[in-house]
């Protein structure tokens, strides 16, 4: 039987940082990486392989992420185990010994009951090269592609597969526009235009009820009745933690939020931690169980994970903030935190500031994005900052990314109000243009 | 005799943010600005007057980022006044009585004693139009340019002059490498490669000893006894606050760091505020007294001191951190707080942590900047994060107002190591290559 000090399973963004960290911190414990795929794929990568990246192949985490630490990597998929005897059991027959074990393994992309949905050409977005590739060649035989689904999944899989000459995509969307559970409404709305601009059929308010077809799938009917021609369908309306493996060996789970860990990563059991998409989640806003999932939140709680198995100072996770970035057409979208549509779904009540302005100053350079605009979200109660978006040029990914810490940080309007920040003519909004702080300016004022 | 309850001396970056903020949270207050010049420039945008604006108007500041608050905006200079009537005198003769003044009457070009400093064609960067205006005149004209000083506006000036056809472009700077003040050695490297390969002529441990010249400049003189022919010198070697009127008001005055503030902006005298340039600052970092000098600072300053006026919950200074951006060639280069050269001058024990790695991921996207880098420098004796540099493409100007907002928040290496960024292929590094969490992890590492 194998044995080592730390059993990692899945090694996707919080599997390979769990096990780096172990290294990193506890370089004399040795580690074992478990998945149940031949290749790791970047997961928010997928969707870029089909318009840009053109090929499967470029869209792999290279092993060497995983075992440079130090620690081993394998393929191979765990089905069973004893907590007590410290045991996990995989397909092959195989049998490992652990000291500490870190579930990472991930979520599962949600199918809703929708009838037609096991026809031939009717996909989801699997982490899987085999399904990918598939995909690929769905797409490049395919003339007319429905996607189900207008959040980030699907908007990025829609514009990609648009990108391939020849193709008439459609995206479908329930609610009254694309990416709404993500971004303010009028970010939201800027996002679709730059699909509809692309050419891509953007049908919001609108669901699918059923997916056509004898064999293969031939069209999607939706609650309207209007039937939408498509040779292949992608469906994309979320993912669903991975929790039978935990629930099998015993630990607490809650089957729709995902494995249960304390601010450590700790499961019910002392020597088992959990970490990313699998690990169920609380709101760093609401302190609430929070159905967010991220790459970006799944490789910290793995890095906390790994740090913490031998840590006598273990570091405490203090909630998913939820920060996201896109880009659609020439256009970033991002945000951190909570939108206005949440503080109304969780009663918090808020007020918020905006600021639109040039990227650059004076505005007389060539190439400034004029309309870069940024909002930010304070709770009422205590002042704080609960979120913000913003779109603009590149450099918006990193202003959601400054708004993020700040709400980490647990910034007042008037901290963020008086931040001091780097300005510069061909790289920003000037000192007394620049979003964050005068959003937050504004905001001040609104209260 | 005019009078008004604010009167702000100065229509930069400080005064126009002062008045702004008295009239957005005070809106029953009269406010008049004074200036001195006939406009306000971009103080930041004057480089790029040369080599990519090439007209001297586009880097205006419009008059209504000042007057559209409902603020009065007059050009004429402060020349006395009585602290106790509550009354400035102009250089026309003019009187205006104020309930409370604020001072943003900024710095000037610092000059040393060069022998041959008054020489035509020699210059300083003054925020004055026909300065500007006299500057690009004999820039059209010259071959040969020197600037003495190769720190951000040395650089900057330089690599805008080496863009226009036809001119030698020589920077002298002290130290062993430019921008070497504002940080760290590696990155100051690579940004001095980027103006050798723009062929500019950089000498470095080199100090001007005097200008040459009969009428007019001909040639800058070295320590070495070197020579290097001039058509046009340009000093670019800092600034120094604009206390005379403060002092001569009776104010509380440092002549080498500025007038006397306390944390809310205000000066010895109750009813007189001061900001920007001309403020004394302390260092966010130590709490002693700071020599920097920003737009982004001014503008900060100026809004605290708006704001505090006549506000019962006034907003403190938390101290100056010091946040820039460049872009050199195709290349950021940003920082914030302290480089490790000012933690060895100031005795603070630090470590640090480093990462290096593509802006996006897979790194198999065109366009990557794959050597995109970023350090971040603890304080050994709290961990708290103190300093860091950024860069690479676009984005890096924003890592570094991450950087700037977090060592505003106190945060410790632990926190950044673990802060949730939004990650995306087409807009960052990997959520497992997020190179602040990185650089943070490996300072966790090293310390």
């Given at each position: 039987m194998k044995s080592c000090d730390v059993l990692v399973l899945g090694a996707s963004a919080a599997g390979i940082a769990a096990g780096n960290a172990v290294k990193a911190y506890h370089p004399e414990k040795s580690v074992m990486l478990f998945r149940n795929v031949e290749k790791t794929?970047?997961?928010?990568?997928?969707?870029?392989?089909?318009?840009?990246?053109?090929?499967?192949?470029?869209?792999?985490?290279?092993?060497?992420?995983?075992?440079?630490?130090?620690?081993?990597?394998?393929?191979?998929?765990?089905?069973?185990?004893?907590?007590?005897?410290?045991?996990?059991?995989?397909?092959?027959?195989?049998?490992?010994?652990?000291?500490?074990?870190?579930?990472?393994?991930?979520?599962?992309?949600?199918?809703?009951?929708?009838?037609?949905?096991?026809?031939?050409?009717?996909?989801?977005?699997?982490?899987?090269?085999?399904?990918?590739?598939?995909?690929?060649?769905?797409?490049?035989?395919?003339?007319?592609?429905?996607?189900?689904?207008?959040?980030?999944?699907?908007?990025?899989?829609?514009?990609?597969?648009?990108?391939?000459?020849?193709?008439?995509?459609?995206?479908?969307?329930?609610?009254?526009?694309?990416?709404?559970?993500?971004?303010?409404?009028?970010?939201?709305?800027?996002?679709?235009?730059?699909?509809?601009?692309?050419?891509?059929?953007?049908?919001?308010?609108?669901?699918?009820?059923?997916?056509?077809?004898?064999?293969?799938?031939?069209?999607?009917?939706?609650?309207?009745?209007?039937?939408?021609?498509?040779?292949?369908?992608?469906?994309?309306?979320?993912?669903?933690?991975?929790?039978?493996?935990?629930?099998?060996?015993?630990?607490?789970?809650?089957?729709?939020?995902?494995?249960?860990?304390?601010?450590?990563?700790?499961?019910?059991?002392?020597?088992?931690?959990?970490?990313g998409d699998c690990a169920a989640k609380v709101s760093f806003i609401t302190g609430k169980p929070a159905p967010v999932r991220l790459a970006s939140i799944a490789s910290e709680e793995g890095f906390m994970a790994g740090y913490n198995t031998y840590a006598s100072d273990k570091i405490a996770m203090k909630g998913a903030v939820g920060a996201f970035g896109t880009k659609i057409g020439d256009r970033v979208f991002a945000a951190a935190g909570f939108t206005t549509g949440m503080c109304k779904m969780n009663d918090v009540e808020y007020y918020e500031g905006n600021f639109v302005g040039p990227d650059r100053h004076p505005a007389a350079f060539d190439d400034v994005t004029m309309d870069t605009k940024v909002k930010v979200i304070f709770r009422k109660s205590d002042d704080k900052l609960i979120g913000g978006d913003a779109t603009g040029n590149l450099q918006a990914v990193e202003m959601a990314n400054v708004i993020s810490a700040c709400i980490q940080a647990g910034y007042t309007v008037k901290d963020l109000a008086t931040t001091q920040f780097a300005t510069h003519p061909k790289l920003t909004g000037s000192p007394l243009g620049y979003h964050i702080c005068q959003a937050a300016e504004n905001a001040l004022r609104n209260r």
């Open positions: 794929v970047v997961p928010c990568g997928i969707p870029y392989v089909y318009g840009e990246l053109k090929d499967v192949e470029k869209d792999i985490i290279p092993d060497g992420h995983a075992t440079g630490s130090g620690a081993e990597l394998f393929t191979d998929e765990a089905v069973d185990g004893d907590l007590k005897e410290k045991v996990i059991k995989f397909a092959s027959g195989e049998e490992v010994k652990y000291d500490k074990l870190i579930l990472s393994v991930g979520s599962h992309p949600f199918v809703p009951p929708l009838p037609g949905r096991d026809l031939k050409n009717v996909f989801t977005v699997k982490k899987d090269v085999k399904v990918m590739q598939e995909i690929f060649d769905a797409v490049n035989k395919a003339k007319n592609i429905v996607v189900i689904g207008g959040g980030f999944i699907g908007v990025e899989m829609g514009e990609q597969f648009n990108k391939i000459p020849g193709k008439n995509v459609t995206i479908v969307e329930m609610l009254p526009h694309c990416l709404l559970l993500a971004m303010e409404e009028e970010f939201a709305v800027m996002a679709e235009n730059k699909l509809k601009d692309a050419g891509i059929n953007v049908l919001t308010n609108a669901s699918a009820k059923a997916i056509n077809g004898t064999d293969t799938v031939e069209s999607v009917e939706l609650a309207s009745g209007e039937k939408i021609p498509a040779d292949m369908v992608l469906i994309g309306i979320g993912a669903a933690a991975n929790v039978d493996l935990a629930k099998n060996l015993g630990l607490e789970v809650d089957m729709k939020m995902g494995i249960q860990v304390d601010k450590f990563m700790q499961t019910s059991d002392p020597d088992v931690l959990a970490a």
